[in-house]
């Protein structure tokens, strides 16, 4: 009899859930959305290349002439639009995965070259943003997930919960290391993507930079010589840069290659002659250039951490909607990425802070928001908000709740800026590139300073209540 009415405790609870999960489908037709989103960006054959990060649709334009922005502002389910150039972004919140897939049922998106925007000019600005932007969006799921499992381990080792030469945690360390670890691997499946050339070439060419035997080479005794150029001791695992120049060089050569090599012989002399050309290059040139551009990116953000100090995380803390509501602040993943991978370092100071500040900040102004309004509508969607970015997902809170009201907005910069000043003051530094919030905060797990992470919650705190 126990078990009988355990089983229909079960069964009602199943179907309550199950109903409730209905309702959720019933009140977003995800299938609508897509199909609306995609007639008024033109159609998938104005469409030449597609994906999405994690609030937004992004699509590449082939003709921004066919695009109807007011009329994709209207679309139910769709949060805000920012567009630039050749690039349309369809903000949708946390329904953009589902979005997403129903809008790849429905086109190829293969519509070609983008043509040139107003004038013959394309904005140099919107496309290199666009184009980092699509290297370095699809690595931050593995990089927080990697970078939150270590930060775990290192809590755990920390207060003795696991043992950090145990077998367990040797496994578990290793895994997590490894999406920066083969950072350029994974840089060149990312742009090799974004820009339409062999995905395999560029994983082979720039694998090779990372092979123990590539190690070995750069660092024997006398340093190795090619074409008569030395060959500098270069350790190219958790790089960005050498691998963004190596795929650049690949595309060309392979481009190039291609269009001259006979048909019949294409299928293994046009890989072939990439590796001559792009490997040598990339030890020779290529690779040392691109060291220095992401030790220089780091150094500057340093300095500028140096010489403003704790001011510079509140600055940014303070601006941060602005920049997230036209997509300007993909521009810092670049640093952070960098910054994370370089061996020296290790961490990050200035962004991830700043992103902690507003993103909680955002959470307390939209609760707030949910609080105080009688109407049923704008409680049910600030609340909603709120929680969103109690988790670090701000752009829902942003379009829907703080850009619209500007005492909202004062006050979420005005409270951004002192906890983010407080974040800056206390030094807090990050090991994982992702939105801060409640689920990520072993992010500033430091295991040389345990009060990193109890000021990073302190600051957590400042920006909930200011």
Request: charged fraction near 15%; aromatic fraction near 10%.
């Amino acid at each position: 009899m126990l078990i009988y009415n355990l089983y229909c405790k079960i069964s009602f609870i199943k179907s309550k859930f199950t109903f409730w999960r209905g309702d959720i489908h019933m009140a977003k037709n995800y299938a609508n959305i897509a199909k609306e989103v995609l007639r008024l960006v033109g159609g998938d054959k104005n469409v030449s290349h597609f994906e999405h990060c994690s609030t937004r649709l992004r699509f590449s334009i082939v003709d921004p002439g066919k695009v109807d922005q007011a009329g994709l502002k209207k679309v139910p389910g769709v949060m805000g639009v920012v567009g630039s150039g050749n690039q349309c972004q369809v903000v949708i919140g946390n329904d953009v995965i589902e979005v997403y897939d129903e809008v790849l049922k429905l086109g190829t998106f293969t519509g070609g070259t983008p043509a040139p925007v107003a004038q013959g000019k394309r904005d140099i600005g919107a496309t290199v943003l666009d184009l980092m932007v699509g290297i370095f969006q699809p690595l931050v799921p593995a990089i927080a997930g990697g970078g939150i499992l270590k930060a775990f381990l290192s809590l755990f080792a920390l207060v003795g919960i696991m043992d950090s030469k145990g077998v367990l945690y040797q496994v578990l360390i290793n895994v997590a290391d490894a999406p920066l670890y083969f950072l350029p691997v994974l840089v060149a499946v990312t742009m090799s993507s974004k820009i339409n050339c062999n995905r395999l070439i560029a994983v082979a060419t720039v694998g090779a930079l990372v092979l123990p035997k590539t190690a070995a080479l750069l660092a024997s005794d006398p340093a190795p010589t090619l074409f008569g150029l030395t060959l500098q001791n270069v350790n190219y695992a958790y790089q960005v840069f050498p691998a963004i120049l190596a795929v650049t060089a690949l595309y060309f050569v392979e481009k190039y290659v291609t269009k001259i090599t006979p048909k019949p012989i294409r299928v293994f002399f046009v890989p072939m002659v990439c590796f001559i050309i792009v490997f040598p290059l990339t030890l020779l040139v290529l690779g040392p250039i691109g060291l220095t551009i992401g030790k220089g990116l780091t150094t500057v953000m340093l300095t500028l951490y140096k010489y403003v100090g704790w001011l510079a995380v509140g600055l940014v803390a303070a601006v941060l909607p602005l920049l997230i509501s036209i997509g300007a602040h993909k521009a810092f993943i670049p640093y952070v990425v960098a910054s994370l991978g370089d061996p020296s370092l290790g961490y990050e100071i200035l962004y991830n802070g700043a992103s902690l500040a507003h993103n909680i900040s955002e959470s307390g102004a939209s609760l707030a928001v949910a609080l105080k309004t009688k109407d049923p509508e704008l409680r049910s969607t600030a609340f909603s908000c709120g929680v969103s970015a109690l988790f670090g997902v701000t752009e829902p809170a942003i379009y829907s709740i703080t850009i619209q009201r500007k005492k909202v907005l004062y006050g979420v910069m005005v409270g951004s800026f002192i906890s983010g000043s407080f974040i800056g003051l206390m030094a807090v530094k990050a090991f994982v590139a992702m939105g801060p919030g409640l689920a990520g905060m072993a992010m500033f797990v430091d295991p040389e300073n345990t009060m990193n992470i109890v000021w990073a919650f302190a600051g957590f705190g400042i920006a909930l209540v200011s």
